[in-house]
């Protein structure tokens, strides 16, 4: 796809400017992404690389950048975003969508609370919206489903600084609406095709890119979480296993309702359900939760477990401790869970009762 490795934040603007369209993390479409392409040394280390060139990349080429693609971060560029917008909006501006009930009121009330802020700090966004322990729930699924949709994206990341000027710690992120950020160059082209035909060239973009790889790959990945964005998706759901040894999930979820755990699966979505097995001494399932963010980078090092990149999960159910312990989910075929695995149908729905 490219003919150079990303080694500086001028490499990584380059190669979203040639892209036109670029996947931040690896997928199912060989060779097209950041991380296939980041040196060594780029890619989530202790020194500055491409995390940190993300905020500055947006302001230098105006790119969308947001959860575009089955959940996962993805730069767009001025060029390529309204006709990605037009695709996923299925041609819809926001109103016309909540009038013909298809988007929620919860939605709503973000949109429209982010396109009267914008541009808007994700805390202050929070802060203005009452969302938070004990106020309004479902803030990170909502906004994950607007950019999937292309009502929403991330326009910078702004990072505190030190009494040195230094940034320090995670950079937050900064949402707007496509048309407040790009202005007439994405509402004079949003909807001047049929959103078929939109999704036409993007494929046809896209196997231009990867020309080795086959359409149906392609395909299949650039509709993964379409159902999703238009709210009528079905989440996978995962058991997972907890070692109360190393970790104590149990006061976890007793002090927080959301934390953070290994993403034990690239195939994670946000939306998705984790159902936590705890083991010794209670040998048995005890939360349901929602997974609200995925591939979050982890550099720490762990003695007992590998962890490359964390999920942020919400507390949905608590299970008594004595009612789906392993004995009893031998009765579904489950016999043992050491790894991330997805849920047996039949459990799930025992499971949901």
Sequence with gaps: MFDFVIHTEQDLERAVREAGILPLFRNAVPGWSVEEHAAPETWFTDQEGVWEWKGPVIRGTGCAYGKFLGGKAVFISREWFPDFANWRRDGYDFDARFEDELASYQDKYLFELTDS??????????????????????????????????????????????????????????????????????????????????????????????????????????????????????????????????????RAFE???????????????????????????????????????????????????NIRKMIRIRRLRVYPRDRWTLQEMKKYDVVSVRSARSCPLKLAEALTV
């Design 117 to 250: 802020m914008a541009p808007v700090l994700s805390r202050d966004l929070k802060k203005a919206g009452g969302y938070g322990k004990n106020g309004r729930k479902g803030f990170d699924t909502c906004m994950n489903r607007l950019q999937a949709q292309g009502y929403l994206l991330i326009s910078d990341f702004v990072y505190a600084r030190d009494r040195f000027g230094q940034k320090y710690g995670w950079g937050i992120a900064q949402y707007s609406t496509p048309e407040r950020f790009m202005g007439q160059a994405f509402t004079d082209h949003v909807y001047e095709r049929q959103p078929a035909a939109s999704y036409a060239r993007i494929l046809a973009h896209v196997q231009s890119l990867a020309p080795d790889c086959d359409r149906q790959t392609i395909e299949r990945y650039l509709q993964r979480g379409t159902e999703s964005a238009r709210g009528t998706g079905t989440a996978q759901n995962w058991l997972v296993p907890s070692n109360p040894k190393y970790y104590d999930v149990v």
């Design 255 to 305: 002090e927080e309702e959301v934390i953070l755990w290994k993403q034990g699966s690239d195939r994670m979505q946000v939306g998705d359900i984790v159902y936590l097995y705890v083991g010794a001494p209670y040998s048995a399932i005890l939360y349901r939760c929602e997974i609200l963010e995925t591939d979050i980078p982890y550099y720490g090092r762990e003695a007992h477990v």
